[in-house]
């Protein structure tokens, strides 16, 4: 039976193999690597960092000189024309007007022509312009606020980042032990497997020699099959396992992986609850994340308030034109400079809802943000009595698992002697199994608490921080 089972383990290994190629095995730390270069909020954080980069960098170059040129050619197909007094009417009045109060000629009122409009044009056919202008803003609240805010958000991106950062690789520590854990699973049950079969095939020899009864043949091998299926549950755990992690890991399905660790519990003092609620409260993400976004509030109050102040610029214009009948221009050019002051009256009271709605936004994060404090203290404790309770128990489980491995090797050599029975070999195998399976679960607790505390706590290895 021990044979043909680790006949079938081989044939499956040996298919896997054939069908995904050899597993890459990975350790913490390249699993790590691999998440943060592959993660796609990481991705849309780093995006982010860039686009509010490029919005300090726009909230400066309002506050620098603009210079716009532009220029046009037009030409008339049909001058435009405007009502205006006839000039030859007006001539000829004048002139016979002088020739009769000088006595020239006798006076005649019917030389005189009524004054009357006509529809005369004063454009020329073909024109151009040609303008530079410089705009340079003295005074603008609103720009200089905007300048503050853009980098206070540029902050609030990078602060995101590194929240990110801190969620993926504890995603990433809580999928890989978990894929060590059902491997160490699957070990066990493989384990007590093999023991079931060592003893169906001692059973069947002693059976073969009428040294025991039937019934202790049915009891073992009816251990066996009940056995097999925990094997079989335990790999596709596995499988489910390595499947999560390399989800987290942003990696193909098909691709083989598996994982290179120990599932190791190391005696460490408790840390403090006060302290650490005191470091979480300095260094969560989180935390410093909405303590950021209080700033970009509180940066976009004094933006909207910027809109009741006076606006100064100083402005500086230089055109050259030209027109004509054809293309012989009349050119000439012309320069001014000046300032320009504005200042709002009244808009409707805008103005003023919009600073409203910013101070509604203000406290809205600031009770979001005592409420994160909060739930991040209730967390930090929560891992710490995680801890402590682990602690405690794992110390006598590691006994336990001692005692149970021990109990075992009895229980098979009292049935081997002829002192014991079946009854009593299940139970110490079962208990052997329950005990080490106890003792996993509690270090992989003790493992994922400490990896929860780490981030609750807001510490990141720096070399992850700078990715």
Request: a negative charge.
């Amino acid at each position: 039976m021990k044979r043909i089972t680790t006949l079938i383990i081989c044939i499956g290994l040996g298919l896997s193999s054939f069908a995904y190629g050899q597993p890459r095995v990975i350790t913490l730390d390249e699993a790590v690597d691999i998440a943060l270069r592959n993660n796609r909020d990481i991705g849309i954080a780093s995006m982010e960092v860039r686009k509010s980069r490029a919005a300090v960098r726009e909230a400066f170059g309002y506050a620098l000189p603009t210079v716009d040129v532009n220029g046009n050619f037009s030409h008339f197909v049909d001058k435009p024309r405007m009502p205006f007094p006839d000039f030859e009417a007006l001539l000829g009045n004048a002139t016979y007007a002088i020739l009769f109060d000088e006595g020239v000629i006798p006076r005649d009122e019917d030389k005189f022509k009524p004054i009357a409009t006509r529809l005369q044009s004063f454009a020329q056919t073909n024109n151009y312009e040609s303008q530079i202008q410089v705009t340079q803003p003295l005074f603008n609240s609103t720009v200089f606020r905007g300048i503050g805010a853009s980098r206070r958000y540029h902050n609030l991106a990078e602060e995101e980042l590194q929240r990110t950062i801190s969620s993926t690789i504890l995603d990433v520590k809580r999928s890989f032990y978990a894929v060590l854990l059902t491997k160490e699973m699957y070990a066990i049950a493989l384990a007590s497997f093999e023991n079931a079969s060592d003893n169906l095939r001692n059973v069947k020899a002693a059976f073969e020699q009428g040294l025991v009864a039937e019934f202790d043949l049915l009891q073992a091998e009816v251990q066996v099959e009940n056995i097999r299926p925990m094997v079989l549950q335990s790999e596709n755990a596995l499988k489910n396992a390595s499947d999560g992690l390399k989800i987290v890991l942003g990696i193909d399905q098909e691709t083989g992986i598996d994982v290179a660790g120990e599932m190791v519990y190391y005696a460490e003092p408790v840390p403090d609850a006060d302290q650490t609620i005191a470091e979480a409260n300095r260094r969560n993400y989180g935390i410093k994340a909405l303590e950021i976004k209080k700033d970009v509030d509180r940066a976009f109050i004094h933006y909207y308030e910027s809109e009741y102040w006076p606006v100064l610029y100083a402005f500086g214009n230089y055109t050259y034109a030209g027109s004509g009948e054809r293309y012989n221009f009349q050119n000439y050019s012309s320069s001014i400079v000046g300032v320009t002051l504005s200042f709002n009256l009244f808009n409707g009271g805008r103005t003023r809802q919009r600073v409203q709605q910013a101070r509604v936004t203000m406290n809205q994060t600031e009770k979001q943000l005592h409420q994160y404090r909060d739930y991040v203290a209730m967390q930090v404790k929560s891992k710490i009595n995680d801890l402590r309770r682990v602690q405690s128990i794992l110390e006598a489980q590691e006994r336990n698992v001692e005692l149970a491995a021990r109990a075992y090797e009895i229980a098979v050599v009292r049935y081997r002697e002829g002192t014991g029975n079946q009854l009593e070999v299940q139970n110490a195998d079962i208990a052997l199994r329950q005990a080490r399976t106890n003792r996993l679960n509690s270090v992989y607790d003790y493992i994922i608490a400490r990896a929860e505390l780490d981030h609750l706590a807001g510490r990141i290895n720096e070399m992850y921080a700078t990715n």
